[in-house]
T-cell receptor
Framework: DVKVTQSSRYLVKRTGEKVFLECVQD?????MFWYRQDPGLGLRLIYFSYDVKMKEKGDIPEGYSVSREKKERFSLILESASTNQTSMYLC???????????FGPGTRLTVT | SQQGEEDPQALSIQEGENATMNCSYKTSINNLQWYRQNSGRGLVHLILIRSNEREKHSGRLRVTLDTSKKSSSLLITASRAADTASYFC????????????FGTGTRLQVTL
């Protein structure tokens, strides 16, 4: 069974902290994605990666960076967390171009 | 930027009734996908319809696509309480390199 896991379901951080969100997939997928989901705004793409060490900016990359050192792992980094980054963060993977995406359970991040 | 917009934003029906939700989008697409999200969880892929297809079925789900009107509809027949969730359309836009653009979702409530 296809599986995408995220390191935490809930996370509380203070303003200015560096935050790491980890995502692991066990399907040998090429593509991995990070979204944030906010009420009334739907899912917005932060970054995606189509290969190891490759990354592309999504629609809202400001304040975020990513790392993909291994095919199965895609990390989202908030260099200096701010309160407007309080959100639900969703990781996904897909085998190829335009394919269905498999989502992790999400991390609800609160920045105080 | 939001590509897909779902309509209605919220829908409440009784068990056994059919539920129809619509999605409109703005630019040319390769395919359109529908996802379900139970409260506070990750998204689950339901169905993918390609731009050269007009209708697709999967169990109690029926999806139509009208590329001339840039719209799609998702019909859930004989709804159940377990269908209560948010439903999102996502478009794989032509030339967007593996990215999906999600709408803001329709919240479906199925009551007993």
């Amino acid at each position: 069974d296809v599986k995408v896991t995220q390191s935490s379901r809930y996370l509380v951080k203070r303003t200015g902290e560096k935050v790491f969100l980890e995502c692991v997939q066990d399907m040998d997928h090429e593509n991995m994605f990070w979204y944030r989901q906010d009420p009334g705004l739907g899912l917005r793409l932060i970054y995606f990666s189509y290969d190891v060490k490759m990354k592309e900016k999504g629609d809202i990359p400001e304040g975020y960076s990513v790392s993909r050192e291994k095919k199965e792992r895609f990390s989202l980094i908030l260099e200096s967390a701010s309160t407007n980054q309080t959100s639900m963060y969703l990781c996904a993977s897909s085998p190829g171009y335009g394919d269905e995406q498999y989502f992790g359970p999400g991390t609800r991040l609160t920045v105080t | 930027s939001q590509q897909g917009e779902e309509d209605p934003q919220a829908l409440s029906i009784q068990e056994g009734e059919n539920a129809t939700m619509n999605c409109s989008y703005k630019t040319s697409i390769n395919n359109l996908q529908w996802y379900r999200q139970n409260s506070g969880r990750g998204l689950v892929h339901l169905i993918l319809i390609r731009s050269n297809e007009r209708e697709k079925h999967s169990g109690r789900l029926r999806v139509t696509l009208d590329t001339s009107k840039k719209s799609s509809s998702l019909l859930i027949t004989a709804s159940r309480a377990a269908d209560t969730a948010s439903y999102f359309c996502a478009t794989d836009g032509a030339g967007t390199a593996s990215k999906l653009t999600f709408g803001t979702g329709t919240r479906l409530q199925v009551t007993l």
